[in-house]
């Protein structure tokens, strides 16, 4: 039940996020910048949002890193899709056939890209995560345990930290 809830808490932080920055796309910086270069400031600046929102929900929920952060992006998926086409349809006047139409322009593919980022930023944050507390052991590892390999007497020496083993 905590990844459900999870998935739903990191679905309703980015679909805020972007009901804000969207206007802000729209009124501020499509004027300021064109289309194309709007849309890419959005996308890493939503970028940013998921990969923080998905470490924030896995901190607060206790979300179970091997397949709970999987179901958070399905979750969040599963309802980010109706309500995209919810808000399309309703909020922004267009018919279902222009709104998937939108998808094969450039900004539509950036937008379709994102889309497809959401559900798969959980998993990635875990496995980036993941790797660096691996790579962090073992370099606490390697510091307690320096190997110096050392030559005495024509033989080689493996030393380390308070022990040394000879070959």
């Known amino acids: 039940m905590r990844t459900l809830k999870a998935g739903l808490v990191y679905f309703l932080l980015m679909f805020a996020f972007g009901w804000v920055l969207g206007p802000i796309r729209e009124l501020w910086a499509v004027p300021s910048f064109g289309r194309m270069a709007a849309m890419l400031l ?6 940013i949002a998921m990969i923080v929102a998905a470490r924030w929900v896995f901190q607060r ?3 179970r890193p091997r ?3 999987a ?3 399905l979750v969040a998926f ?8 919810v808000g399309a349809l309703w909020v922004r006047g267009l018919s279902l056939q222009e709104y998937l139409g939108s998808f094969a322009t450039t900004p539509g593919v950036i937008s379709l890209l994102m889309f497809l980022l959401l559900p798969a930023m959980p998993a990635l944050v875990t496995l980036f995560t993941r790797g660096r507390v691996l790579a962090g052991r073992f370099a606490e590892f390697s510091q307690t345990r320096s190997l110096c390999c050392t030559t005495e007497y024509g033989c080689p ?3 380390t930290t308070g ?5």
Not at 42 to 47: G, P, Q, R, T, Y
Not at 163 to 167: A, G, V
């Open 78 to 85: 599963g309802i980010l899709v109706p309500a995209e086409i």
């Open 42 to 47: 959005e996308a890493v600046i939503m970028l």
């Open 157 to 159: 020496k493996i030393e």
């Open 67 to 69: 397949f709970g952060s």
């Open 71 to 73: 179901i958070v992006g």
């Open 163 to 167: 022990t040394s083993f000879d070959l």
């Open 61 to 63: 929920f206790g979300v």
